[in-house]
C-alpha cells in the first residue's frame, strides 16, 4: 500500500539529528516537501533559515487545512 503525500499546508513530524520536529508543508516535489519549521527549531538545529526538505518516505502527516 502507498503511503499517503502531504499536500500544501499539511502539518507533518519528521525526525532530524535526533530531535523530533514538526512543520508546515510549503511545496511539494516529486521526491521531497519543503517545510517550514519554528525559529527555535531551526536555532536547535543550528540552520540559518527556517526551510528545510524532508524525503516523503521521512515524515508523518499530522493534519491537513481540510480536516482541521
Same mark, same amino acid.
Request: overall charge neutral.
Given at each position: 500500500?502507498?503511503?499517503? %503525500?502531504? &499536500?500544501?499546508?499539511?502539518?507533518?513530524? !519528521? #525526525?532530524? &539529528?535526533?530531535?523530533?520536529?514538526?512543520?508546515? /508543508?510549503?511545496? /511539494? %516535489?516529486?521526491?521531497? /516537501?519543503? /517545510?517550514?519549521?519554528? &525559529?527555535? !527549531?531551526?536555532? %536547535?538545529?543550528?540552520?540559518? #533559515?527556517? &526551510? #528545510?526538505?524532508? %524525503?516523503?518516505?521521512?515524515?508523518?502527516?499530522?493534519?491537513?487545512?481540510?480536516?482541521?
Amino acid at each position: 500500500m502507498a503511503k499517503k %503525500r502531504a &499536500k500544501i499546508g499539511d502539518q507533518i513530524s !519528521f #525526525t532530524r &539529528k535526533d530531535h523530533d520536529l514538526e512543520g508546515t /508543508v510549503e511545496i /511539494v %516535489r516529486d521526491n521531497s /516537501v519543503i /517545510v517550514e519549521v519554528s &525559529k527555535e !527549531f531551526a536555532d %536547535r538545529l543550528g540552520y540559518d #533559515t527556517t &526551510k #528545510t526538505v524532508v %524525503r516523503h518516505s521521512n515524515y508523518m502527516i499530522l493534519s491537513s487545512p481540510e480536516t482541521a
